[in-house]
């Protein structure tokens, strides 16, 4: 069974750039923050 792929628009992206540089958060609080599954298993 394959995994649903999310996609997320360019504007949410660029927003959660924003966060992550701005803030000075780690990858994985920042996806922890905007709920999005940071990938650490890869």
């Given amino acids: 069974m394959k995994n649903k792929v999310q996609s997320y628009t360019t504007e ?3 927003k959660a ?3 992550f540089l701005s803030q000075g958060l780690s990858l994985q609080e920042a996806s922890q923050r905007i709920s999005i599954p940071s990938n650490k298993g890869r």
Avoid: G, M, N, P
Wanted: no cysteine; net charge positive.
């Fill in 17 to 19: 750039v924003k966060l």
């Fill in 12 to 14: 949410f992206r660029t």
